[in-house]
T-cell receptor, first 116, second 114 residues
Framework: DTGVSQDPRHKITKRGQNVTFRCDPISEHNRLYWYRQTLGQGPEFLTYFQNEAQLEKSRLLSDRFSAERPKGSFSTLEIQRTEQGDSAMYLC??????????????FGEGSWLTVV | DQQVKQNSPSLSVQEGRISILNCDYTNSMFDYFLWYKKYPAEGPTFLISISSIKDKNEDGRFTVFLNKSAKHLSLHIVPSQPGDSAVYFCAASAGGGSNYKLTFGKGTLLTVNP
């Protein structure tokens, strides 16, 4: 098991284009999370799945953002009509269960998005 | 409204000495705390955690202390090594229905000088 995998690692796109990021969680982890990190800030929560159900969406997730987790395995995060303010590192994470002793959240290496 | 605060943007220590990274929180519902280490262009790596029912947790060179009354926690690294140079994030989780979300501080850049 190689941990949380994200693809692509880097993406440069023109403003107005759509981008999609993929995340493969640690196998058997039923919880999957998306976070965003901008320069000088800590990661900020975007959304959370338990199996295939999206149970929470942050106010940071505008209508241009959509996340899916079909079949409760990998997840995709799509950003439509990208804006320069979307430039950030998008982090995927997974956990076996709720956050507690013995069940922590493991992060992937992130997908860097630059909107020019 | 920043619920998790790391007031020191950076810290520099000599190799072999102790590094102490501090974190304050304001949300009294937080009951589980974690420290993550992050290198540039990589995702955060879990280091150590502590539940609010404890005041100390130790794992090798890393010890986390929790002072609930002061809403303060700290990460001690002894002895510090050059490979410890990275950004350290404090994160917190509330129990009950919010036990799926981590709230992070802005991070502290630790530099360990040889």
């Amino acid at each position: 098991d190689t941990g949380v995998s994200q693809d692509p690692r880097h993406k440069i796109t023109k403003r107005g284009q759509n981008v999609t990021f993929r995340c493969d969680p640690i196998s058997e982890h039923n919880r999957l999370y998306w976070y965003r990190q901008t320069l000088g800030q800590g990661p900020e929560f975007l959304t959370y799945f338990q199996n295939e159900a999206q149970l929470e969406k942050s106010r940071l997730l505008s209508d241009r953002f959509s996340a899916e987790r079909p079949k409760g395995s990998f997840s995709t995060l799509e950003i439509q009509r990208t804006e320069q303010g979307d430039s950030a590192m998008y982090l995927c994470a997974s956990s076996r269960d709720r956050i507690s002793s013995g069940n922590t959240i493991y992060f992937g290496e992130g997908s860097w998005l630059t909107v020019v | 409204d920043q619920q998790v605060k790391q007031n020191s943007p950076s810290l520099s220590v000599q190799e072999g000495r102790i590094s102490i990274l501090n974190c304050d929180y304001t949300n009294s519902m937080f009951d589980y705390f974690l420290w993550y280490k992050k290198y540039p262009a990589e995702g955060p790596t879990f280091l150590i955690s502590i539940s609010s029912i404890k005041d100390k947790n130790e794992d090798g060179r890393f010890t986390v202390f929790l002072n609930k009354s002061a809403k303060h926690l700290s990460l001690h690294i002894v002895p510090s090594q050059p490979g410890d140079s990275a950004v350290y994030f404090c994160a917190a989780s509330a129990g009950g229905g919010s036990n799926y979300k981590l709230t992070f501080g802005k991070g502290t850049l630790l530099t360990v000088n040889p």
